[in-house]
């Protein structure tokens, strides 16, 4: 899909993409997408961003960082879907390609191609937040901690593709990508300092020795058992 998004737009008749293809930019903590106010599909040219879920308690969720080449709004492409606590917010800047519902639905119509894709895009992607649902419940903040310090958003429980470990990002939105408020992130972070699993740059953790940590410390516990490397269970 990655691929195939930026050659469908690039084949589109002009006029037709300047009716419905549009670039806009946004800065630090900028909101992008707020639910339903502008349905189609978005494309990240360049920079991150954070998909932000409100949980039934009040609390924000990243679910996931995305980067330059992915793709987010395929949770609010129907007419009549509303999806309540569902945000996409700049971490740095960025520049996003909306593409609205009409042009969609033509390439839904007439490319087969991405007509599967999209389909097999978000089966994918439910299965993945199934499956990081059950680490989330099954694994300690720590574990989950060196896990994103480790492999980033290709987790090697959750994708067979090879891990990338995360990039640099403020405590508290990485306190939201894993789960867990910015006082446990913190006491993590320090107990696991003071093991010599991570060290601070610029304040913000990094995995030491990344040798240390292969196979993925999320492949050798998939059942939630205790992770290896003599890292201890931490709350």
């Known amino acids: 899909m990655r691929n195939l998004l930026p050659g469908l737009i690039a084949n589109t008749e002009q006029g037709l993409a300047d009716r419905h293809v549009c670039l806009r930019r946004y800065g ?48 609010c492409l129907h007419a009549g879907a509303t999806v309540p606590g ?42 993945r937040l199934e499956q ?29 593709a090879p891990p990338e470990p995360a990039g640099p990002l403020p405590m508290a939105i990485l306190a939201r990508r894993i789960g867990c408020s910015p006082a446990y992130l913190s006491r993590a972070v320090r107990k696991l300092a003071q093991q010599g699993v991570v060290q601070r740059v610029n304040h913000l953790p990094r995995i030491d020795r990344m040798e240390n940590f292969s196979p993925c410390p999320c492949s ?16």
């Open 28 to 75: 630090p903590g900028r909101l992008v997408l707020d639910g339903y106010d502008r349905p189609g599909l978005f494309y990240i040219q360049h920079g991150r961003m954070e998909l932000l879920i409100t949980t039934a308690d009040g609390n924000e969720r990243c679910m996931r960082i995305l980067a330059e080449s992915d793709l987010f709004g395929l949770e």
């Open 86 to 127: 569902y945000q996409v917010r700049a971490v740095t800047y960025s520049s996003v390609v909306h593409v609205d519902v009409e042009l969609l639905d033509l390439w839904l119509a007439t490319v087969p191609e991405f007509r599967h894709r999209l389909a097999a895009r978000i089966a994918a992607d439910i299965a």
């Open 132 to 160: 990081e649902r059950e680490k989330t419940v099954a694994f300690s903040v720590a574990e989950r901690l060196v896990c994103y310090l480790r492999c980033g958003e290709t987790c090697a429980h959750l994708s067979p």
């Open 220 to 235: 050798v516990v998939p059942e939630g058992g205790e992770l290896r490397h003599a890292l201890r269970r931490l709350a």
